[in-house]
């Protein structure tokens, strides 16, 4: 049999992405890279906190 058709191979080979999916994995890394900063931001304002103590 081949790969394609043992599990999910048929959807993972595929190249084509709706427009919808698209939007929507784009949002997810944005919305990642906005707690990734927010995150960053905390730390910053702890370290500067320490600092100034």
Do not use: C
């Not at 698209?22 to 931001?41: C, F, N, T, V, Y």
């Not at 304002?45 to 320490?50: A, H, N, P, R, S």
Request: hydrophobic share 40%; aromatic share 2%.
């Amino acid at each position: 049999m081949s790969k394609k058709l043992e599990l999910n191979g048929l959807w993972e080979s595929s190249r084509m992405m709706l427009p919808q999916h698209k939007e929507s994995a784009i949002k997810g890394q944005k919305e990642k890279q906005l707690i990734q900063r927010q995150a960053l931001d905390i730390v910053l304002q702890d370290v500067k906190t320490v600092i100034l103590i």
